[in-house]
C-alpha cells in the first residue's frame, strides 16, 4: 500500500522556467492538499482539491501558480516564470474523506525541493 | 484567521527524558494534527486529536479543546526523535474543512 508519492524530489529550474510537481495521492484518498515550507519556516497552506474541483484555493499566490487533479492521474502543481522567492519545499498531503464529514488525518508525501537558479 | 502558538521554540533533551510540547490555538477548531518532520525532511502524521487523549507507544495527546490547547507527551525520548514537531488545526466553521493552519514548530534535539 503505496503512500503519498511526490516527484520529482528535487528540482532545479532557471529563473522564468516553468516547474511541475506531482502528487499521487494514498489509494483509497479523494482529497489532495499542497502545503509549502520556506526556509525557516512552517508550513503554509496553497490549495485543497478534490477530482476535479479546487475546493480551496485561498492560499495560492495569484499569480503564475496552478493546481488541477484531473479524473485521472496525479495532481499537479504548476509554477510557471519561476523566480528566486518560489525556493521552497513544496509538500502534498491527501486524507479520505465524505463529503460533510470532518477531515481526517493527513498522510505527507516526501515532498518536492524546488531550487531556482 | 486562526493563530496557532507553540512552545517552547527548542527542546534539547538526554536520551531517557520525557517532554511535553505545548499547542495554543486562538479559535474553535474540527482538527488538530501533531507531526514530526524528521532531519531528512519527512513529516509524519503522529496523532489526528481535535479533542480527547491517545497514546501510541512512547507518544502520547491530549487536546483540551473548551480551553483551546493541545499537549504532546514524549516519554524515555530516542536519538530518533529528533526533529521539529508540529501542531496543526483546522478553523471549526471555516470554509475549508480540510484546510490546516501549522504552527511555527518545537525544534527537538535528543543527545545519546
Known amino acids: 500500500n503505496a503512500g503519498v508519492m511526490q516527484n520529482p524530489r528535487h528540482l532545479v529550474r532557471r529563473r522564468g522556467q516553468e516547474a511541475r510537481l506531482r502528487c499521487s495521492p494514498m489509494k483509497g484518498h479523494s482529497h489532495v492538499y499542497w502545503y509549502r515550507q520556506l526556509p525557516e519556516e512552517g508550513l503554509k497552506f496553497m490549495v485543497y482539491l478534490q477530482k476535479e474541483n479546487i475546493i480551496d484555493e485561498s492560499g495560492m499566490p495569484k499569480e503564475r501558480f496552478s493546481a488541477e487533479f484531473p479524473k485521472e492521474g496525479p495532481s499537479i502543481l504548476r509554477i510557471q516564470q519561476v523566480v528566486r522567492g518560489d525556493s521552497a519545499a513544496y509538500f502534498c498531503?491527501?486524507?479520505?474523506?465524505?463529503?460533510?464529514?470532518?477531515?481526517?488525518?493527513?498522510?505527507f508525501g516526501s515532498g518536492t525541493r524546488l531550487t531556482v537558479v | 484567521g486562526i493563530q496557532v502558538e507553540q512552545s517552547p521554540p527548542d527542546l534539547i533533551l538526554q536520551e531517557g527524558a520525557n517532554s511535553t510540547l505545548r499547542c495554543n490555538f486562538s479559535d474553535s477548531v474540527n482538527n488538530l494534527q501533531w507531526f514530526h518532520q524528521n532531519p531528512w525532511g519527512q513529516l509524519i502524521n503522529l496523532f489526528y486529536i481535535p479533542s480527547g487523549t491517545k497514546q501510541n507507544g512512547r507518544l502520547s495527546a491530549t487536546t483540551v479543546a473548551t480551553e483551546r490547547y493541545s499537549l504532546l507527551y514524549i516519554s524515555s525520548s530516542q536519538t530518533t526523535d529528533s526533529g521539529v514537531y508540529f501542531c496543526a488545526v483546522g478553523e471549526a466553521g471555516g470554509t475549508s474543512y480540510g484546510k490546516l493552519t501549522f504552527g511555527q514548530g518545537t525544534i527537538l534535539t535528543v543527545h545519546p
Open positions: 498531503a491527501s486524507s479520505p474523506g465524505t463529503g460533510g464529514a470532518r477531515s481526517y488525518g493527513y498522510t
